[in-house]
């Protein structure tokens, strides 16, 4: 066991845990997030992605005590009380059907717009392609993160003050 | 957080207020509405809707009373209370359309509470596609009943007849007099209806009143969004897997290393001194591991040592003599009686269809083809591995699950347990899919066994190798065709013979054929026989025999091969074959696919039963529209490049669904790669309660087929599935994703606007046909007909080369 200092959606936790754990546990069971779920635990399907100094990262194979930064959960990309442009794009293209892969795909779809505001067709296949879906929303998927594209290019300055559509 | 972002201030505000106040009524206050959807405070839920208490026990709601359906809250808003379960294709906002229609109140006062079985009354869950076709009408029914009473409270309330007063939006009014109003909320809330329905079962429940025709349906057939969604991207849903409850421990299975092994010792001391380690459970040969937390139980488990004896034979062929093998065994079920002890009535399906004089046919005709077409198991592999939370507290059996058919599995865990019916409850809860393998759900037993070993909550979670390699696999399916053209190259004579791979089908959560019943030994002397099925009998071709038989696994108990119902079960691997085949027959006769198909339907329309061939009729001309077909034969000349491309048809009919769907593929000469650039379908299901959200289900099946077609193979050795993961059993991809997808709704009934238009079944149907319409497409491309699914880039690859394309 050791002191762990962990900085989430803007909230900072010292926990007492064993370093190997992988960081999904500390997220969900000690923490109380659950946008990160376990779908594989193999760094294969993305459903516990969380976003680690601009990148999606798959938490599940993540050591905690190799986590340097700070991190970002499904549930931290709303600010103001107004979702993130992905989030609302995602309801508005009715995106998942069950939903259980949709952390995986906003968070990557997220990371990707922070680096890439206007993907094309095909970048965003190939950034998304490790992403997973057994309910097969990825028609949809695709749709939406081009739809925040748009959202987020015309909100100028930046998202988070009073001018997301 | 605020659920509704996007929505201007002041609405936002009423929203949630309404919503707070709606809570509040529905004894709900603990959750924000984000949570709200997933019924999550099932014990606040069950006080609000009279049922049963926290503590049990939890004896079924009466699906005879109206209160067990709708509950009118102070604010006029009203809960409706139904026995589905909703994985993820919307329908809780359907259900909530039509009662709201029913009910006269609009649809945005309303909210839908699904499938615990101690609130809400036993409609089986969800499966089969049947939500619309059949499980809505005793909603409706109770809903037109409810407005029907209220209407006559408010006329003793205003001291009016009925038929002087109108409704609308949970308002009665006087006609003569608008200004003498009444609420639903005055009339009843704080009150039961205490009206007591008639009928033998749920599904035949009633009141005195009729339910609406579809002229007068407001919401229904609008798209208002599904109320499941906001909660599911702002991350605010509780899932089954995030139950946590006080004193809860982590278990983690420990599965044989080979199918049938036997367990020969447990070494506990390897995993003694692990930390939070409580407790090794066992029984005959299931084995799992209890620790405090979840990444303990999982490396516990990893670690524990255990000794297994092989069986003296082999369980199973290795898959790649999978097929060599179904055509040398002896078949088990099909084509003999009922044998005593036999565990169901076998599939009707298995016995022989002959029509007219299919011998003759094939003796006389100008042309003959022969085919045979090869499918292997493929397996649901849930996003996530199977799991539920099991509480054992005062005395009861309370199960957290997403199991599709919640009520099933209460039955499952109390007879499994041996406890009585009304001690067992279980929640249902969302989680990956459904798509039959929940039905047939094995975490649940094992966390209710564990939970009262240890005399603790204890919550169980499949890993990924456990879940892809031990989860229910879909049948392979092994289909030899026969056609006879005659001289004017129609198909005359038509023989379809299939061999499934079925005879340890698992049903419907059965305490004796769960896996850890089988494991443990306590399982039923003979397991179900399954089916080979035939696809849907569409075409008016005068002389024809269609027949199939199961065979069987040497082993069939305590494998990982165990087959079980994958969404339109045992439908898309005949389909594959028979509209495949009816590709192979047009391209013999040297004519356009779609034409072929049209001349087939419109032969013979004497058993039009639900006006299927009028509606074939109009969906195949709907696709071919949407897609712009141009009639020709296939293959079309094969081009040069590096890239061929093609299209194909097929469609199909699901109960009384009819589905058409057209695949245009690329195909990479070089790799094999086939990519599917283009898809259509065309989907009628009669009435469309949602089009949205049916487009969406639709949409997302086509893919699934899609995927089944080109990816998903469960693969095997001769003692253990070796499919472990997403790299070994493959699903589809954002990079396989077409250009284009188009979904046309039809209505192809001769009477489109009839009033008594029904639903019928949605979204498996659409998984239907489309594995052969990829095959068609493939083939118009190349000319290379692939019979064998999936087609992988290796395999198409080899087939193009031995064709010399
Ligand atoms: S659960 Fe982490 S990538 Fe699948
Ligand atoms: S929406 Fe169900 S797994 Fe993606």
């Given amino acids: 066991m050791s002191k762990i200092e962990l900085k989430v959606n803007g909230r900072s936790h010292t926990l007492d845990i064993e370093p190997a754990t992988p960081l999904l546990y500390i997220l969900r069971n000690d923490l109380g997030l659950q946008g990160p779920r376990f779908g594989c635990g193999l760094g294969q399907c993305g459903a516990c992605k969380v976003i680690i100094n601009g990148a999606a990262v798959p938490s599940c194979v993540m050591p905690v005590s190799s986590v340097k930064g700070e991190i970002t959960t499904l549930e931290g990309l709303a600010s103001n009380g107004r979702l993130h442009p992905l989030q609302q794009a995602w309801i508005d293209e009715q995106v998942p059907q069950c939903g259980f892969c949709q952390n995986g795909q906003i968070m990557t779809a997220k990371a990707m717009l922070d680096k890439n505001p206007h993907p094309t067709d095909a970048q965003i296949r190939e950034s998304m392609n490790g992403t997973l879906c057994r309910c097969m929303s990825y028609y949809r998927v695709q749709t939406a993160i081009k739809r925040a594209a748009k959202t987020i290019a015309n909100a100028s300055p930046v998202f988070g003050k009073e001018v997301v559509a | ?805």
């Fill in chain 2, 1 to 805: 957080m605020s659920v509704s972002a996007g929505v201007p201030e002041q609405i936002e505000e009423a929203l949630v207020t309404h919503r707070r106040g709606f809570l509040k009524s529905a004894g709900l206050l603990a959750v924000s509405f984000g949570a709200f959807v997933g019924a999550w405070t099932t014990e606040a839920v069950a006080q609000s809707s009279g049922g049963a208490k926290g503590a049990g026990p939890y004896p079924d709601p009466d699906f005879r009373q109206i209160d067990s359906w709708i509950v009118i809250h102070e604010n006029n808003s009203a809960t409706f209370y139904v026995g589905k379960t909703d994985p993820g294709q919307g329908t809780g906002t359907g259900f909530r359309q039509l009662m709201s229609d029913e009910l006269d109140i609009p649809f945005d006062q309303t909210a839908c509470i699904m499938g615990s079985t101690d609130i809400t009354v036993d409609q089986v869950g969800s499966g089969g596609s049947t939500a619309m076709e059949r499980d809505s009408w005793p909603m409706r029914r109770v809903a037109a009943e409810a407005r029907r009473v209220l209407l006559e409270m408010a006329s003793a309330r205003l001291g009016v007849p009925v038929d002087q007063l109108a409704v609308s939006d949970a308002i009665v009014t006087v006609k003569a007099e608008p200004s003498k109003r009444v609420t639903y909320g005055e009339l009843i809330a704080g009150k039961k209806f205490n009206i007591t329905l008639t009928g033998n079962n749920v599904n035949s429940v009633t009141g005195q009143a009729k339910t609406k025709s579809v002229p007068e349906l407001k919401n229904t057939g609008q798209s208002p969004q599904r109320d499941d969604i906001p909660a599911k991207v702002d991350g605010s849903l509780k899932w089954a897997v995030d139950v946590k409850l006080p004193g809860m421990v982590h278990a983690r299975n420990v599965k044989p290393p080979f199918a049938c092994a036997k367990l020969t010792g447990i070494d506990e001391s390897s995993v003694k001194g692990l930390p939070g380690f409580i407790k090794v459970v066992s029984k005959g040969n299931y084995v799992a591991v209890v620790c405090e937390r979840e990444e303990q139980a999982i490396r516990a488990a990893r670690q524990l040592k255990t000794t297994w004896q092989k069986p003296s034979t082999a369980p199973f062929p290795a898959s790649e003599d999978l097929f060599s093998y179904m055509r040398a065994a002896a078949p088990i079920s099909a084509s003999r009686p009922l044998l005593a002890g036999d565990s169901e009535t076998r599939n009707p399906e298995s016995r022989p269809i002959v029509v007219g004089n299919p011998d003759a046919a094939f003796s006389g005709a100008a042309k003959t083809i022969e085919a045979e077409y090869e499918i292997p198991f493929q397996g649901h592999t849930a996003f996530a591995g199977a799991h539920a939370t099991a509480d054992p507290s005062n005395g009861q059996m309370t199960v957290y699950s997403n199991d599709m058919k919640s009520y099933g599995m209460r039955r499952c865990v109390a007879a499994f347990l041996g406890m009585p019916h009304d001690r067992v409850r279980v929640v249902w809860m969302q989680g990956p899919q459904g798509f039959g393998r929940t039905a047939a759900e094995d975490a649940g037993c094992e966390a209710a066994w564990i939970a009262r070993e240890i005399g603790r909550p204890v919550r169980v979670q499949w890993m990924r190798d456990e879940e892809t390699a031990w989860d229910t696999k879909s049948p392979a399916f092994l289909v030899k065709m026969r056609g006879a053209l005659d001289s004017d190259g129609r198909l005359v004579g038509y023989e379809y013979y299939a061999r499934s791979c079925d005879y340890n089908h698992l049903g419907y959560n059965e305490p004796d054929t769960v896996l850890i019943a089988q494991l443990m030994g306590s399982r039923r002397a003979r397991p179900a026989s399954g089916s080979a099925s035939m696809p849907s009998d569409m075409y008016a071709i005068p002389n024809r025999k269609m027949a199939g038989e199961v065979v069987g696994l040497p082993i069939v108990w305590e494998t990982p091969l165990r087959t079980g119902n994958l969404r339109d079960p045992n439908g898309p691997q005949p389909t594959f074959a028979a509209e495949s085949f009816i590709d192979e027959a047009a391209a013999a006769a040297k004519t356009d696919p779609l034409d072929f198909r049209m001349k087939m339907i419109k032969a013979d329309t004497n058993d039009d039963a639900g006006f299927r061939r009028a509606r074939s009729i109009a969906v195949l001309k709907a696709a071919a529209e949407a897609y712009g077909w141009d009639p020709r034969p296939s293959p079309k000349p094969i081009g040069t490049g590096k890239v061929l491309t093609g299209r194909g048809i097929a469609y199909s009919f699901r109960g009384q669904t009819v589905v058409a769907q057209i695949a245009e593929v690329e195909v990479n000469r070089q790799t094999g790669h086939v990519w599917a650039k283009r898809l259509v379908c065309a989907h009628d299901c009669g009435l469309v309660v949602n089009p949205e959200s049916l487009r969406h289900a639709v949409e997302c099946g086509t893919l699934h087929g899609l995927s089944r077609a080109i990816h998903e193979e469960v693969r095997f050795d001769t003692e253990k599935v070796t499919s472990l993961d997403w790299f070994s059993h493959p699903t589809l991809r954002h990079a396989d994703v077409p250009e284009r997808i188009d979904i046309v709704l039809v209505n192809g009934d001769p009477n489109p606007n009839r009033p008594d238009l029904p639903p019928y079944g949605a979204g498996e149907a659409s998984l239907k046909p489309m594995l052969a319409a990829i095959a068609n497409a493939i083939h118009d491309a190349t000319g290379v007909r692939i019979r064998r699914v999936p087609f992988r880039d290796d395999r198409v690859l080899a087939a193009l080369k031995a064709a010399g394309v």
